[in-house]
């Protein structure tokens, strides 16, 4: 019995081994660079980048660190002002962009009418051209609505998507027709279908097209920059060009804002990712 | 409901999604589609009506000519790059456990961090006389590289630092798909006694496949359309080794303030995603049946 | 389901409740008029200057609002086309000097010279009076400058036993002498072939700003005399020859990396860096550690050196001429410039500015800028098509410095930068 039980407890240990080195080689590459801004975040302009010809263990790691840039950033900058709005800004366009994309998504999945195809067509358009080519047009229309240095010259423009309505569509066509038969047997609205059984079982397509909507207002820049100019709706990535100056760029307070801006969303990621994952684990090596 | 309000259902499901695309996407591209017959002096506010001559120019444009050969190129290596090893990942971290968390959070990083931050941390990790990488390569005895300053190493550079940011993004959308493949399917191939590899292939992937069919436009997309790591990083050099189509469409619009030239250079440049798109979905034999 | 409808119903409805803040010309209960200001970020403590032209305004001109907006450098010129081309958010703002003839020439700037009188005018130093006028008229104006010198690390001369560069414009040194001090100077203590302290670089090493004064030094032009081509100035012999000892200087004599790590000469692994006049007030308030002079900017054949930073212009298109002028003059008249010359530390370009700080322009660092302001200075090309001029000769001096041959790449810009001033006829 003995070596019979060995053999695959070995087979098991080796492949377990195999697969944390992987795992622990991927996350090197990913966190690297990360963490030469994170220890650079921790050091004195003036020691940033003292140890990046020669290589040494200073590199990496902050000795003699400090927290003044953090400091600087929480307690004398309206940081907490620019973080909120970010939150708010990319809260609500998922909020409003989960309701109308998922909305179009239904009518795109479920049903069949004239125009589709061209209708859904000019959907995916309207994701292929670049933004810099619109902003003009789309500044004017903005202004004309009176929404110019506003939340909502931020927030509305971005929850029509695209690449929701896509990825939405995607989940819901492929839920058995049967579903939704049954529903329209039992007398069942197009509502009741599309809140009731439609929605419910395209949830992780709706937590992923969060996560799309979310990181867009996120990283988004240019935008801001352009329909916005009140201290008041200054959102996160345009406070941190901030530390970029004229004549000089405050890389410790440059950096330690991007890290603020960085963790507490990969922090929210971690708590939140059962979401992403199935439940029970059912492929692969068993972990 | 009568059967003539039945008709319009549907219509009123997509409504508000296609009234908002169409007042802040549509009409904005729409006029962009216009300006690219003109000549536009955006800050003299004149516009002047120069029928083909800007796509005359570009096709005889020699940088935009390179610039369109490198799009395809950076596209044809970045975005299979990015969804196989996103594939890879999300397979690999799809399970339970802590320590599975903390790495696909890990993963999931280079995502989060601002895309123009993320380029000035890499230019400074490339540079070849004091970068990081540079010292980490002298330090264990291999010669020293230049990265994105000469011709032949600037384009993988670039394409090295696009994909360390993407992945981890479509891991996670990836990671979604496989977690809306019914337990009951994969339990199933179990009992059949079907190994690891071939229930990825003949199970998984099948059902995986309206996500990734997502995942291959949406990136495809996003990549056409990137142009901060080479505004960041290179500016399009070393002698335009690095000019992507999006590129220059910032370039003339913002630095040249032809607003009309890049119109149509962004014109052109939607006719090549349009096209890369429809073959991606002939390709991956995903019938859009409604 | 059910929670998050409510949430954003209720956020629909709060969005609906939101007033618009007031913006562009829009007028409001409580301001009668207002006027926006754009102006570059410029950071603490230096945003005060432009905030203290504003309060002076607003006193003097009871029941006008001016609204400032702040935009990063990098941002700057996308955000102001939009401003100009839509003709909102916009009455008076910064403009980057090298491109008052490029807003001139797109009628984007209200004339200036009925709002001036003679000796006010006269007050600007000469080299700026020029780049203010476009076909005759001021169309600007100089806000504050800058001067380039040859920023010195005294400790690493001296670690290295070489007599420390002059201050005087008299011993102002050729480049073939900063090679041949920066190769002695050079430290690469690990043997790796790559410097652990460098002998020279400079701090925007492909602009115009910094690289046209190395062709002009050597007897080439930047531009026709009246600018309408560049053929037979970039590509010139002499044009050639300076471009192809600038990428020497990368390449061959490697005293220079060829990509800038930031920071290198504050911390102490430079020692020869050419840098803007306003490198000296950093030094001097964040890195006081560093022990530095300043040597005139090296030459070939003759000296010149760079100038220019900001002027101040009104939109042409302004629904309110007389106040936004009365902005621009309270931030650029006399009075004024000397406050901001106290605050944000540019190169004054008033010489009555110069006049009321002896204590600061009759000692080094200082009197050397000044000097090469009245001497030696030239300004970038006055041509409409700066902006492509700048970019695409930026990619040439990048190109060479990444190792491009220098003759090729001047004759191909040159051919890129004609074709782009053609368009401006």
Same mark, same amino acid.
């Given at each position: 019995m003995e070596p019979i039980r060995r053999t695959p407890d070995f087979g098991h240990t080796m492949r377990r081994s195999l697969f944390y080195a992987a795992l622990v080689l991927i996350a090197l590459v990913s966190v690297v660079p990360l963490l030469w801004a994170l220890t650079s975040s921790l050091r004195p302009d003036d020691e940033?980048?003292?140890?990046?010809?020669?290589?040494?263990?200073k590199t990496l790691l902050p000795i003699g660190g400090t927290i003044h840039n953090f400091r600087e950033i929480l307690f004398e900058d309206r940081f907490a002002r620019f973080f909120g709005n970010s939150l708010l800004v990319a809260g609500a366009t998922i909020l409003l962009g989960l309701l109308v994309n998922s909305l179009a998504a239904f009518g795109f999945a479920r049903f069949t009418f004239p125009g589709q195809r061209v209708l859904f067509g000019f959907v995916l358009v309207t994701f292929m051209v670049p933004f810099e080519v619109i902003v003009l047009p789309l500044y004017l229309v903005v202004r004309s609505l009176g929404?110019?240095?506003?939340?909502r010259a931020l927030i509305i423009p971005a929850v029509p998507d695209a690449f929701s309505i896509f990825l939405i569509r995607q989940f819901m066509a492929k839920l058995p027709r049967d579903m939704f038969e049954a529903g329209r047997v039992d007398g069942a609205s197009w509502w009741d279908l599309y809140w009731r059984v439609a929605l419910p079982n395209v949830k992780p397509a709706l937590i992923t097209a969060s996560l799309l909507l979310f990181l867009r207002q996120w990283d988004a820049f240019f935008w801001p920059l352009v329909a916005t100019s009140s201290l008041e709706l200054t959102v996160i990535q345009v406070a941190l060009t901030?530390?970029?100056t004229e004549f000089v760029t405050y890389w410790g307070r440059l950096l330690a804002g991007s890290m603020l801006a960085t963790l507490p969303i990969v922090a929210a990621f971690f708590l939140l990712q059962r979401y992403f994952v199935q439940s029970v684990t059912s492929s692969g090596i068993k972990g | 409901m009568t059967r003539r309000t039945r008709h319009l259902v549907p219509y009123l499901f997509i409504a508000p999604a296609m009234v908002g695309l169409g007042l802040f996407k549509l009409y904005p591209i729409m006029e962009g589609l216009r300006l690219s017959f003109y000549d536009v002096r955006p800050i003299a506010r004149t516009q002047v009506f120069i029928g083909l001559a800007n796509f005359i120019e570009l096709v005889q444009d020699p940088v935009i000519v390179k610039a369109a050969l490198n799009t395809v190129l950076f596209n044809a290596i970045v975005t299979p790059l990015q969804v196989i090893l996103a594939l890879g990942l999300a397979v690999l971290v799809n399970r339970q456990g802590r320590a599975v968390r903390v790495f696909r959070s890990v993963f999931f990083m280079p995502a989060v961090i601002s895309l123009v931050v993320a380029s000035i941390i890499w230019k400074l990790l490339y540079a070849?006389?004091?970068g990081v990488l540079n010292g980490v390569l002298i330090a264990v005895g291999l010669p020293a590289q230049t990265f994105l300053t000469s011709q032949s190493q600037a384009m993988p550079s670039l394409i090295g630092m696009v994909v360390w940011k993407g992945v981890g993004y479509w891991m996670v959308i990836l990671l979604a798909g496989l977690k809306d493949i019914p337990e009951s399917v994969q339990e199933a191939a179990i009992v059949d006694g079907a190994s690891p590899g071939r229930r990825f292939f003949a199970v998984t992937l099948p059902l995986l496949s309206p996500t990734l069919l997502f995942v291959v436009v949406a990136d495809t997309v996003i990549n056409f359309l990137l142009f901060v790591p080479v505004y960041v990083?290179?500016?399009?050099?070393?002698?335009?080794?690095?000019?992507?189509l999006m590129f220059e469409v910032y370039r003339n619009a913002f630095?040249?303030?032809?607003f009309g030239y890049a119109a149509a250079v962004s014109t052109a440049l939607l006719f090549v995603i349009a096209i890369a798109v429809s073959l991606q979905m002939r390709f991956l034999r995903v019938e859009f049946e409604y | 389901m059910r929670r998050i409808s409510l949430i954003a119903a209720a956020l629909l409805f709060l969005m609906g409740l939101t007033?618009?803040?007031?913006?562009?010309?829009?007028?409001?209960?409580?301001?009668?008029t207002e006027l926006q200001y754009l102006s570059v970020a410029r950071g603490e403590p230096r945003r005060q200057a432009i905030l203290a032209a504003i309060v002076d305004f607003e006193k003097a001109n009871p029941g006008v609002k001016v609204v400032l907006s702040e935009i990063p450098f990098d941002q700057y010129f996308q955000k102001a086309a939009i401003a100009l081309s839509s003709g909102s958010g916009i009455d008076v703002f910064d403009v980057d000097s090298p491109l008052v003839a490029s807003y001139g020439h797109q009628n984007a700037l209200l004339t200036l010279d009925k709002y001036y009188a003679r000796d006010n005018v006269q007050d600007f130093t000469k080299v700026e009076r020029d780049i203010a006028t476009y076909q005759g008229k001021m169309i600007s104006a100089p806000m504050g400058s800058t001067s380039v010198g040859l920023f010195v690390n005294v400790d690493l001369f001296k670690a290295a036993g070489l007599k420390v560069p002059g201050t005087d414009p008299k011993e102002r040194l050729t480049w073939d002498q900063v090679v041949d001090l920066a190769r002695k100077v050079q430290?690469?203590?690990?043997?790796?072939?790559?410097?652990?302290?460098?002998g020279f670089a400079i701090?925007? !090493?492909?602009?115009p700003y910094m690289t046209l004064p190395l062709i002009e030094s050597n007897?080439?032009?930047?531009?026709a005399p009246d600018g309408t081509t560049v053929d037979g100035y970039l590509n010139s012999a002499a044009a050639i020859e300076a471009a192809r000892w600038y990428g020497d200087t990368f390449n061959?004599?490697?005293?220079?990396?060829?990509e800038q790590v930031p920071n290198l000469f504050y911390t102490g692994k430079l020692a020869m860096y050419l840098a803007p006049s306003y490198e000296a007030n950093t030094l001097k308030s964040q890195y006081p550690n560093v022990n530095w002079i300043v040597a005139p900017h090296?030459?070939?054949k003759k000296a010149v050196t760079p100038t220019g930073a900001w002027h101040v212009g009104v939109f042409a298109?302004?629904?309110q001429p007389d106040l936004a002028v009365a902005l621009l003059k309270a931030y650029t008249d006399p009075e004024a410039a000397k406050r901001n010359y106290k605050i944000m530390? !540019?190169?004054?370009?008033r010489e009555s500015t110069f006049k009321a700080f002896p204590e600061t322009f009759d000692v080094m660092p200082n009197k050397l800028f000044y000097w090469e302001i009245v001497n030696t200075a030239v300004p970038r090309p006055r041509t409409p098509a700066y902006r492509e001029y700048e970019d695409l000769l930026r990619q040439a001096f990048a190109n060479i410095r990444q190792g491009a041959d220098a003759a090729q790449e001047m004759k191909a810009a040159t051919e890129k930068i004609n074709a782009q001033i053609r368009r401006y006829k």
């Open positions: 940033i980048f003292r140890y990046t010809t020669r290589l040494s263990w929404w110019l240095d506003t939340y901030k530390y970029m | 070849p006389d004091n990083m290179t500016q399009g050099g070393p002698s335009n080794a690095t000019s992507l630095v040249y303030t032809r | 007033p618009a803040i007031p913006f562009g010309g829009a007028k409001s209960a409580w301001a009668a430290v690469d203590k690990s043997g790796n072939k790559i410097a652990d302290t460098w701090q925007q !090493y492909d602009r007897g080439a032009s930047a531009i061959k004599f490697k005293i220079s990396p060829r090296p030459y070939f298109g302004t629904k530390n !540019y190169m004054p370009v």
